[in-house]
């Protein structure tokens, strides 16, 4: 008798099921993204803070109105009241437009004097608590924070330029030049934030800043060349003068704007160097305001 022969499984019709491949968008909640390191920190922190500013005035433009209001004033009731008066000599240039350069600078350093009122609010917030335990260096937020004033700077700057322009000043249009406003600009605005800040690390509350922000605030812009040249001022005005960082900002926004003898190298140095100045000022103090 013969054996039979044991009968081979069959293979399953059905297909057995692949494991399903994961899913890419899951992969960012179990691996985090690569930190930035070394120098892109600083230009991301600094884009990011502008980012935050751009944020606000889209959602509040309150503040552009009535901060339009102020340089709006100084352009049509004094600059036009002196230019027919001719009380002071400008060189054959109209006051209004020797002034419209002046304005742009004060308007911009009123908007960055007070930024340190944002930074107490944020330590009163516990917001600042958190960005200072990030592996983000303090340079990197003064920096980012710094220059987010800037950027409410430039945007009053074109303001004040609009009403200048509306009014008769003879500006350029020339795209380098009006870089260079921008630049300028920013650079003023990132010294004055900074002493800001510098200020707020060490009075610690609002209510102090606040008093000596009114207290600099006119001496700053009276002790400069906004309104009148630095020749007709005393001996002792002038030693302000030169050691104040306005006088350089509006010597170069009266050379970039109007064309006027400047100092454009010398400007340019001074604001750069009043700005990293005010940065390590406000980094080493940001420790003790967040206390």
């Not at 499984?9 to 690569?34: E, G, K, N, Q």
């Not at 921008?182 to 003023?188: H, S």
């Amino acid at each position: 008798m013969s054996a039979v022969p044991a009968a081979r499984p069959t293979a399953s019709a059905d297909p057995v099921p692949a494991a399903p491949a994961p899913l890419p968008d899951l992969d960012l909640l179990l691996i985090p993204p690569r930190a930035r390191t070394g120098w892109r920190v600083v230009p991301a922190r600094v884009a990011a803070m502008c980012a935050v500013e751009l944020q606000k005035l889209r959602h509040d433009r309150t503040e552009l109105y009535t901060r339009a209001v102020q340089p709006a004033l100084w352009l049509l009731i004094f600059g036009e009241t002196f230019t027919r008066l001719k009380a002071i000599p400008t060189g054959g240039i109209p006051y209004l437009d020797y002034l419209a350069p002046g304005i742009i600078a004060q308007s911009a350093m009123f908007i960055a004097i007070f930024y340190g009122i944002m930074i107490i609010w944020e330590r009163d917030s516990g917001v600042l608590t958190k960005l200072l335990v990030t592996p983000t260096p303090r340079a990197a937020l003064v920096t980012g924070k710094a220059f987010a004033a800037g950027v409410k700077a430039v945007i009053q700057a074109v303001v004040v330029v609009l009403i200048a322009a509306a009014l008769g000043v003879a500006m350029t249009w020339n795209p380098l030049r009006l870089l260079g406003v921008v630049a300028v600009v920013l650079l003023g605005s990132a010294f004055f934030s900074c002493l800001s800040m510098a200020i707020a690390g060490i009075v610690l509350t609002r209510d102090r800043l606040m008093g000596i922000g009114q207290a600099i605030t006119m001496p700053l812009f009276f002790g400069s060349n906004a309104l009148y040249p630095v020749h007709l001022m005393p001996g002792w005005l002038q030693a302000v003068s030169k050691v104040n960082p306005l006088s350089y900002q509006v010597d170069a926004l009266r050379g970039l704007l109007i064309g006027t003898p400047s100092h454009l190298p010398l400007d340019f140095g001074v604001l750069a160097l009043s700005a990293v100045a005010g940065i390590a000022a406000a980094s080493a103090l940001l420790g003790r305001l967040a206390r």
